[in-house]
């Protein structure tokens, strides 16, 4: 069985642009949660996933955001990029919410 | 003062040894995660938790919802377990978000 896949791995852009990241989940897997780490904050929660709707929401600012396809895999978008953007930014799919998280590699974003 | 305190910060053993790492939270939870995150980013979940006591090979991880503690043990240290391990809780209230602590950072030395 696959895990989750996370596209891409490394990541490159330039202040005020924007980029989406992409994340594809274990099969029959239909949540998906979004993280951001960085070395000062730590993992912090982005948002969550389930059958195509958000569920629960962290603390970023609306530059951040989301969406699940009906095949489960989910994209994240963060506009007008900032230095401090520049992060690991890591998906992690269930079969449910609430039980157990399998994690992707991650996609290191820079922000230049 | 963080939802999620894990301790201690940094540990340093040597191969063989008894480790010890510890979660403390102040949150009512619906659940507790470990994760064990290695050099280059890829974390790998090791246990949930929402009662008493998991364990897989040497990895042991007990919760106690009382006290609002939870330990990760690893008997017979191994070289291979140096990672950051982290400790992850499921908030019942608001958002329901995953709230991490800072990580513990592991080294066994051969």
């Known amino acids: 069985k696959a895990g989750v896949t996370q596209t891409p791995r490394y990541l490159i852009k330039t202040r005020g642009q924007q980029v989406t990241l992409s994340c594809s989940p274990i099969?029959?897997?239909?949540?998906v949660s979004w993280y951001q780490q960085t070395p000062g904050q730590g993992l912090q929660f982005l948002f969550e996933y389930f059958s195509e709707t958000q569920r629960n929401k962290g603390n970023f600012p609306g530059r951040f955001s989301g969406r699940q396809f009906s095949n489960s895999r989910s994209e994240m978008n963060v506009s007008t990029l900032e230095l401090g953007d520049s992060a690991l930014y890591l998906c992690a799919s269930s079969p449910h919410m609430n039980t157990e998280a399998f994690f992707g590699q991650g996609t290191r974003l820079t922000v230049v | 003062k963080n939802e999620v305190e894990q301790s201690p910060q940094n540990l340093t053993a040597q191969e063989g040894e008894f480790i010890t790492i510890n979660c403390s939270y102040s949150v009512g939870i619906s659940a507790l995660h470990w994760l064990q995150q290695h050099p280059g980013g890829g974390i790998v979940s090791l246990f949930m938790?929402?009662?008493g006591k998991k364990k897989h090979g040497r990895l042991i991880a007990t919760i106690n919802i009382q006290e609002k503690h939870s330990s990760l043990h690893i008997t017979a240290s191994h070289p291979r377990d140096s990672a950051v391990y982290i400790c992850a809780v499921r908030l019942i209230q608001g958002a329901q978000k995953l709230v991490f602590g800072q990580g513990t950072r592991l080294t066994i030395n051969p």
């Open positions: 099969s029959g897997h239909r949540s």
């Open positions: 938790l929402s009662s």
